[in-house]
C-alpha cells in the first residue's frame, strides 16, 4: 500500500528533471492540511516506531520483510495486468509469486528476481487510466501521500483486493499494513534532509513531474500514472 514516505523516493528520482510545470490543484487548501497532519503523525509517531525497528531489526531480517511484503504487491500487480489485457505481464507476475512463495519461503526471499523473472509494475490506478478515466485534480491523503482522484479509487480497490486485506480478520489485516507502513518509512530514513523549502509544493511537483518524466524516457506507464516506481522499458 502506498504511503506518503514513499514519496519521498519521487523526490530524490526527480531532483534531476528540472523545473515541473503548474499543476492544477483546486484543492490546495484541504491538501496542505493533510499534509500538514501526515507531517504530525510521522514526526511524533510513525519516524521514531521506524528508528526503533531500524535498531533491533538487522539488515537480512529488514530484506526478508521488505521482500514479504512485495510479493504482496506482484500479486496486484499481476491481477490489475490481466484486467489491463497484458497477459504475458501478468502471467510474469503470477509466475514470480509462484517461486517466491514456495522457493522463496512465502516471499521471505526473493528468489525470482534472481531467475531473472521480470516484474510488471502497476495497481490499479494505472488500470483505470488505460480503461479511460480521467485523472482528475491531484490529493494528499492522510498517511497514503499524493495521489489523485483516479489514484485514490485506484487505491481502495488495491487495498481489498491485495493479500493483506485478505488475511485473517481485521486486527491481522490491519497489523499487517502497519509493519508495512514501519518497514517502508524505516527504509527512508536518510531521505528526510532531502526536503527544503515550499516542501508541499516540491512533493507535489516531484510526484506529477515523475509521470512525464518516465514517457519521455520511454518507459510504459500512461501520463501522471498512480503506481509509484518505473516502468520495463518495453512495447505491448
Known amino acids: ?59 537480512p531480517a529488514r530484506m526478508g520483510v521488505n521482500n514479504f511484503f512485495r510479493n504482496f504487491i506482484d500479486v496486484n500487480a499481476a491481477l490489475n495486468a490481466f484486467l489491463q489485457g497484458r ?25 525470482a528476481s534472481h531467475m531473472e523473472i521480470p516484474q510488471y509494475q502497476t495497481d490499479f490506478g494505472h488500470t483505470l487510466a488505460t480503461w479511460g478515466v480521467a485523472q482528475g485534480p491531484f490529493v494528499m491523503l492522510p498517511f497514503l501521500g499524493p495521489s489523485t482522484l483516479r489514484g485514490t479509487a485506484g487505491t ?20 499487517l499494513r502497519a509493519i508495512s507502513l514501519v518497514d517502508i518509512r524505516a527504509g527512508l530514513l536518510g531521505a528526510d534532509e532531502l526536503l527544503s523549502g515550499d516542501q508541499y509544493i516540491f512533493l507535489r511537483d516531484a510526484y506529477m513531474q515523475r509521470r512525464g518524466l518516465l ?22
Open 1 to 59: 500500500m502506498r504511503n506518503v514516505f514513499i514519496a519521498l523516493m519521487l523526490l530524490m528520482a526527480s531532483s534531476v528533471a528540472g523545473s515541473a510545470q503548474a499543476t492544477e490543484d483546486p484543492l490546495e487548501g484541504f491538501n496542505r492540511a493533510i499534509y500538514g497532519f501526515n507531517n504530525g503523525a510521522d514526526k511524533y509517531l510513525v519516524r521514531p516506531i521506524a528508528v526503533g525497528y531500524e535498531a533491533v531489526m538487522p539488515t
Open 87 to 111: 497477459f504475458k505481464y501478468g502471467a510474469n507476475n503470477l509466475g514470480r509469486v509462484v517461486v517466491n512463495s514456495t522457493l522463496g519461503f512465502f516471499g521471505v526471499f526473493d528468489v
Open 156 to 175: 481502495v480497490f488495491d487495498a481489498f483486493a491485495s493479500p493483506t486485506g485478505q488475511i485473517g480478520g481485521r486486527d491481522a489485516q490491519w497489523g
Open 215 to 236: 514517457i519521455n524516457d520511454g518507459a510504459v506507464m500512461d501520463d501522471f500514472s498512480e503506481f509509484d516506481e518505473g516502468w520495463e522499458g518495453e512495447d505491448f
